[in-house]
């Protein structure tokens, strides 16, 4: 192949280092009103009265809104949430109003001139406490929302899903076992931060069209919920995307651009703009959903997993329209990617007074594997043997039956277990270079499944130029993951040419085609999909024309570099921009027009599953499966861990890019370093502690380990050129690893991340306590 | 951030005309690594920002063994870290300087900043103090000199009478003093202290300046007492320890427990007595 498998250069490369590729936040528009947000100082309250009038009266103040203005709910499984609140406030931080003024000084002012009369109520600030029946109820009115299908809240409690996973008998697998042990672990909130923050400019003009540029993952999205929102008609809503500093799953649902929609169609004609501070991006975008890990395991002597028992419960936050996906998608890869044949798992959704849950790359898999891979290793100690071994021994292999009681054909797991064993070079113990600075090395797998809906669609089209370049088009996102990339380079390898003869266009709902989300690493896979089918069925149209130009049957010709050729004599050949307006007949009539390619694509056989067991033939697209290794050292008289080498194997099925799979694997181990080492959203009663850069860290350049990535393929078969998603898999074993390389250097176990120095000096004081 | 009117003196007399003009609506700016994030977040609200960066001179360095080290007020962390005399001669104050924030702030930020702003955990606040640098202000009332001991007064607060500005700073040159920098933080680039800590032997004398263990930077004189004129062998370097523990007041906040940094306060000590020693 010439282009697929080809480490291209970035297709947006040129424009983001030289500073001209244009983000929402570069956009100054005549006339543009600044937005302002009043937030609520309570993790819970009653809102007794809202007094804007003096905000009201401010020179250069348009409109002051607040919940009451908008009241109707929206969300995007659950319809649980106000753009601005109504009634009660539910976390600190959540908008209660907002300002558009002339300037953003003036909407500073504005918001500081409204006031707001609170009740406190008590507030719930810890799951677990959450789901007792004596707790404060977040949503009385939960059991009247509406909800897809697929989930289940239980009206008058604070759960708002409950996903169940029943295979095999998990009691008589635990008395069938020589060993049981139990553990709890807990994950805490953390955030996004992508460098970007959120930011969005609405125009609601007099024809009824309300326009709204947004940094978001998803524009389609966004349109079917701000259109459900604000009652309008689809073909009157435009959502444009342009490039986006980053999402992590942040933007990938609806935030504040229900703030900025409201304000503008109060100023007919006039763009208003909101731009989030980072404060605001702690405190009101999303955050990955804390969670309580419980796990319960039964093995055999021989280290077989008989049974295992697990329990999820997530403290989604306030509201949790988004987060009740999560939650299922960690029950349905509830146990990782091991052959456990009896297994129960809960994976409980529960309203906190918390800032609110959404998606973050891994979507609930890097919080769930940070209990399950550190119970792995426990569980090899516990029968003595190697965490290698027990890996090898349950690990998933063709043939294997995942969790949800699906077989599966292939499975790339043990020969990703096998590479990171031999890069690591993990059986020779790492070597300490003083008493006081300690190291090891530690290993860890995991899995993920795109966690979308089994009939979400995807759309693409191409468009042949004169002169046979080409425009493609799709809602597929480039938020920095490098799709754009991707997709130009699939779609050059069906079309035969060069990728810089096809330029890609994205992200606008008026222009490019539908494309349902651009999330759970389905973007190479989906719209990767439809991209193909676009270039083939473009492919398809100049066959078509070219055996009427050329005289030869259809099956004799072929794309070669920008040229329909003879298969067998390729001396024989006319370049494909012939093609691109129809084609000029002999007797100068014109036939067929411009060329243009299109592809839909849905997932082939994504069916769905028990709700009572969670089982199913197929209720995934695909699972991808890798295991990360990680060697540290640490000082034990500061407490500091420094990790030193990192190694990834994942099985991607097709490599497209190897060079962009490489930074996407990078940047997810240095992620998953971040939240095992430094990452944590503080809370204090309902309070952020940390809401900036000063308090909470992430790894900077002088935090990378080396870094060694390497691939077992295995292809996909109903994935493009053999590839499955990768984006978000990658980083989930990443903190496990780092987490169990801890455990083995200090022979202290940690349940909760991040592991700080603090942690460190106080585990090394309490062991040596215990020992003495 | 409220809009306000910038000023940019062009000698010092002219700078402390305008303090005394705008009182308590100015508000001094040099390398505005602090003052830019306080307007931000609206914690200050001057109405005249009186920038001092353009006052020639303001940011010489210079050094000789008589006068020792003197740092002019617009001087920036780089610049110190990187000065020749300050590496040769106070290597540790050239450390602490550039351990503040990134090298992007460090272009900006000052060390008299740095220490005007008394934070608790200003980083080049413990060097000076175990030097027993001499603060150099200007104000209505003519020139003074205060001894950085009696500067930092409490967090966030100074020794300093309204309309002063600190000219330079003047770090005593002690002929064969050798000094240890130490800063513990959650990572090792672009964070605030844990605890920071210089340790000095001059001689037989042993100082002991930490931060971020107490609402200033402070010396702990006892500890300093014990170990004067000994040799610190195994069993004086635990006393030094448990003294200098019992010396600090730390907290435990969102960067970390007191024990934590009481543990670390323990370590410095007995780190810098191990190593200075030899």
Redesign the interface.
Known sequence: MKSVGVSIDRVDGIKKVTGQAKYVDDMKMARMLYAQVKRSPYAHAKILSIDTSEAEKLPGVKSVITGEYYKKRGGLYLEDKNFLAVGTAKFRGEAVAAVAAETL?IAQQAVDLIKVEYEELPAVTNAIEGMKPDAPIIHPDLGSYKVAPIFHPIAGTNISHHFKLRKGDVEKGFAESDYVTEHTYYVPHVQHVPIEPHVAVAQYEADGKLTVWASCQSPFAVRQALAASFDLPLNKVRVISPYVGGGFGAKAGTTLEGIVIPLSMLNCGRPVKLNYTREEEFEDSYVRQGVHIKIKTGVRKDGKILAEKVEYVWDAGAYTEYGVNIVKAAGLAALGPYDIPNAWADSYCVYTNHPVGGPYRGFGMCEIHFGLEQNLDMVAREIGISEVEIRRINGLRAGGITGTGQVLEDSGYQDCLETVVKEMDYDTPSVSPSPTKIRAKGIAGGWKSPSMPTDVASAAIIRMNEDGTFFLMTSGQDIGQGSDTALTQIAAEVLSVDPSKITIRTGDTDHTPYEWQTVASRTTYCAGNAVKLAAEDARDEILDLAQIKMGYGKRDLELRDGFVVHKMHPEIKVPISTFALGLTMPDASGIHGPLIGKGSFVVPNNMGFDHETGQGTKPVAFWTMGVNGAEVEIDT????IRVLKMVSCFDPGKVINPKLYDAQVEGAMVQALGTAL?EEL?LKDGKV??KSF??Y?I?????MPELVVKVAEHAEPTGPFGARGIGEPVMVPGAPAIANAVANALGVRFYRMPI???DV??ALKEKKAQEA | MKQFNYLAPKTLPEALQMLADYKESAVLFNGGTDVVVRLRDRLIAPDYVVDIKHIPGLDDISFDEQNGLTIGACATMNAIGENEAVCKHYPFLAKAALSVGSRQVRNRATCIGNICNASPLADTGTPLLACDAVILAEGPDGRREIPIRDFFIFVRKTSLKPGEIVTAIRVPYIAGAEGVFTKVARRREVDLSTVCATVLRCGDEFRFAFGSVAPTPLRLVKTEELVRGKKPDAALIEQAVELARSEVAPISDVRASKEYRMDIVGLIVRRGLETLAK
């Open positions: 000084e008289e500061t407490g500091e430094f503080k502690l940390n000063v308090d860290k790894p900077t350049a002088d935090d700080t120095a603090d000096l106080k």
